[in-house]
Structures are given as structure tokens and as C-alpha cells.
């Protein structure tokens, strides 16, 4: 079957013909001499299901056995870490980690450098067909650490047929968005006018980050110290606070992402501002019957000339240095899953990391693109961010009940990351 399928390409390529993907996983690998038994942990959505269908293709390799155990971001980031921490072996082979995993499981020396395997098969898997920025992402100190499967960011999903009965512009900015939830309004037949993940404490860290770098704010200086309790930080929290407000509710603020991305589905939600790796879902018939009105703009902007309030993420797939197999094995069944003909198919149901795939994605991919060009990056690769981070996710959710005002949670965080941070030595 693999000789028939290399057999046309080459042909569809002589002939001028455009490659197309095949229809399902293959794993193309040697059976080891001995039984090998893999296990994959992530989280779960529809790339990442994909994904993990595509490792688990490597059950059909005799001698080759994969478990493949997808949990919710935080349970799975959780499990990981408490398991890498001890240590001692490692249960997981495979796992997967997004950018801020680059740093917090890279610092402590729990995640394998790639660098050589990265050179031994950069031809044979094409691996220069991944941009070298996305390659950068993935990089902590000189060491590759992980290979890069999906590219992501956040951008607007909305309702273009409501938007047109009501006269509404797509938002270019925070304060449109606020001037249309004004107009639908929050005791409107909506679920709410607009969401943003704020039911949990990582969402409101999230769009903190994104409205905090559009401002032109950072997390912390060069001596590690806080400044995101700064000037620009007050205005991403009180914009932050003005949007959950006005436009997300406490309705809204119940909803978790699975259950906005099904509002949206349902016709319950118009408009949100939402991961591009849920958006393929939202041209699926099997899913929604909204696919003709549902449309797709980058992230707002803050101001009319900032970046736009969307970060440029990648999720990977990491080998842990305590495995007790073959790394070899273990990256040749990533790159199986990981390879230019799975990313292809992989476009059908979220934003791969290939230059290659771009042609097969969905029609969010022009907002998504525009968001991470226009926008503003990702986290810096600083272990000392993973404090600020907690710290945030403390107190921030307290602005939404009205507990904290902006300034007191940022100065909450502030001192709470100070003593964290000291104690840890990132602070001398």
C-alpha cells in the first residue's frame, strides 16, 4: 500500500499534479525485535485527537504496542509534571506540552534534547517544512525540545448573519466589542453577547497576557521583577474587567471553552473569541447548522494601531529524559504521526505546524494567520513566568467577583510572586 500511494505521488508530482493526503494513519516503521509498549498523555481537542489517532496507528507495528490517554489542559499538564518531578522513570513516553511547557518542564532537565534526532531524520521527514520560527518556539537554551504538531492562537468567531440583521461591523477593537455587546446586551436571548474564557483562573491569566503585550506590558523586567502591575497591566485588567462585564456576564463567566465552542454550534452564542484549533469544528454539518453564517476576523486590538490581542502558540510532542525506551523508537512514531502527509489531513480539523498544510486548512486559517502576524507572540521562554502565572491565576478571578479592583489584584500578584520567586532563586 505505502510503495502504490509513493508510486503516485511520484507521478502526480512529474505530471504537475497536486499531492493529495491519504485517507487514514499509517505507520510506517520497522517492527522492533523486542515488544515495545508506548504510552501517550495530552489534552483533548479536535487536532489533538487526531493526532493521538495517528500514534496509536502504530499498533498495527508488531511488537509495538501505544496507550494514548487524552485529559483535560490542566489534568493532563498536572499528571505530567507531578510524574517528571520524582525524578524516577517516567510513565509516559510521549507527552504532550504547548510553549509554556517548553520552559517549565525544559528548565528542570525533564524534557529530552532533540537536536540530533532533528538532524538524523530532518531529511527523510522533510523537517525544514516546518518554519524555522516554529522550530525557535520549541528551543530552550540551544536544545530543540519538542517537535511542533499544531499551531494556534486566538481569534474572533461570530455570527454573520446576526451581525448583519443588527448593523454590526466585525470589531477591529476592545471597544467595539464592548459597543456591540452594549447593543445585544446582556439580558438578550443570548447565552451572552460575547465570551472569552473566564471560567476558569489560567482563562483570566490568558487574556490578561494578550491585553497586557498589546498595551506594550511584559510579565517582568530583566531582573526578573514584576511589571505587569505597571501601567499597561492596569489597563489590560480594567479592559479585561470592562469586557467580562459588559459583554461576558456571569452567565458567561459559567461557560467553559467546550461549552462556548457548543454555544456557538447551537446557535446560543453570537460571537466569541475563541482558540483556532476549535474552530475547524465549527465548519462541521455533523456539528452545527450553522456552518453558511458562522464567519471567522482576527483578534481585536486594544487601539487601533497595537498589535492584535492574540499570541502565536504551538503544541508539541515531548520525549521525557527518564523514558525507559528507545528515544530512537519513540521519535520515529511522533514523526509517523507528525509527518507533511499527517499534517495535510490534520488541516481538515485544526492549524498544523507545516508550511505544507496551509493549502488543506479550513477557512478560519486567513483570521488565524492575520492574528499571529499582526499579533503578540508568546509567553517569553523565562522559568520565572511559570511563578507569574500562578500568582495571577490567584487573584485575578477576583476582579470578576468584585472582591479585588484591578490595581489591588495586580499588586496582590506582585507580592505574592516576589516572595514565590525569591524563595525559587530567581530573585537574588
Known amino acids: 500500500m505505502m510503495k502504490r500511494l509513493l508510486a503516485f505521488s511520484i507521478l502526480a508530482m512529474l505530471a504537475g499534479m497536486p499531492v493529495m493526503a491519504q485517507d487514514g494513519p499509517v505507520c510506517n516503521i520497522a517492527a522492533p525485535d523486542e515488544a515495545v509498549e508506548l504510552s501517550l498523555i495530552g489534552w483533548s481537542f479536535p487536532i489533538t485527537d487526531f493526532y ?20 483535560s489542559a490542566d489534568d493532563a499538564q498536572e499528571q505530567v509534571a507531578l510524574a517528571l518531578s520524582t525524578g524516577q522513570d517516567s510513565p509516559y513516553d510521549i507527552v504532550h506540552g504547548s510553549n509554556g511547557e517548553i520552559a517549565e518542564w525544559g528548565a ?3 524534557i529530552l534534547p532533540l537536536n540530533d534526532l532533528v538532524d538524523q531524520y530532518r531529511e527523510e521527514y522533510n523537517l525544514d517544512d516546518i518554519p524555522e520560527t516554529v522550530w525557535g518556539n520549541a528551543t530552550l537554551d540551544g536544545q530543540i525540545l519538542g517537535i511542533p504538531i499544531v499551531g494556534n492562537t486566538q481569534h474572533l468567531i461570530y455570527r454573520a448573519d446576526v451581525f448583519e440583521e443588527l448593523g454590526l461591523e466585525v470589531p477591529e477593537t476592545y471597544e467595539d466589542v464592548i459597543a456591540i455587546c452594549n447593543t445585544i446586551g446582556l439580558d438578550s436571548e443570548w447565552d451572552a453577547p460575547f465570551t472569552i474564557d473566564l471560567s476558569r483562573s489560567r482563562g483570566w491569566e490568558l487574556e490578561f497576557f494578550q491585553l497586557l503585550r498589546a498595551y506594550g ?32 456576564g456571569p452567565n458567561g463567566r459559567s461557560l467553559s471553552l467546550n461549552d462556548q465552542e457548543v454555544a ?9 473569541k475563541m482558540w483556532a484549533s476549535r474552530a475547524a469544528n465549527m465548519e462541521d454539518p455533523e456539528r452545527t447548522q450553522l456552518t453558511d453564517v458562522i464567519a471567522f476576523a482576527p483578534a481585536p486590538r486594544v487601539t487601533p494601531d497595537s498589535p492584535r490581542a492574540g499570541l502565536a502558540a504551538n503544541d508539541y510532542y515531548m520525549i521525557p529524559v527518564a523514558t525507559t525506551n528507545d528515544p530512537d523508537l519513540i521519535f520515529r512514531v511522533i514523526m509517523e504521526a507528525a509527518d507533511a502527509e499527517s499534517q495535510q489531513r490534520a488541516a481538515a480539523v485544526g492549524m498544523p505546524a507545516r508550511s505544507s498544510a496551509a493549502e488543506f486548512g479550513g477557512p478560519y486559517l486567513p483570521a488565524a494567520n492575520a492574528t499571529i502576524a499582526e499579533g503578540i507572540g508568546n509567553y517569553d ?48
Open 381 to 428: 521562554k523565562n522559568p520565572a513566568v511559570s511563578v507569574v502565572v500562578t500568582s495571577l491565576e490567584q487573584f485575578l478571578p477576583l476582579v470578576g467577583t468584585g472582591d479585588l479592583t484591578p490595581q489591588e489584584a495586580l499588586d496582590a500578584a506582585a507580592e505574592t510572586y516576589i516572595e514565590e520567586a525569591t524563595a525559587q532563586g530567581f530573585i537574588e
Open 217 to 248: 506590558g511584559d510579565y517582568l523586567d530583566e531582573d526578573n521583577m514584576p511589571t505587569f502591575n505597571g501601567p499597561e497591566g492596569l489597563s489590560a485588567l480594567n479592559t479585561l474587567a470592562a469586557v467580562s462585564e459588559s459583554c461576558v
Open 52 to 71: 493521538a489517532d495517528e500514534v496509536a496507528a502504530c499498533n498495527e507495528v508488531e511488537n509495538i504496542s501505544v496507550d494514548t490517554q487524552l485529559l
Open 108 to 110: 528542570p532537565g525533564w
Open 264 to 272: 456557538m454550534q447551537l446557535g446560543t452564542l453570537p460571537s466569541t
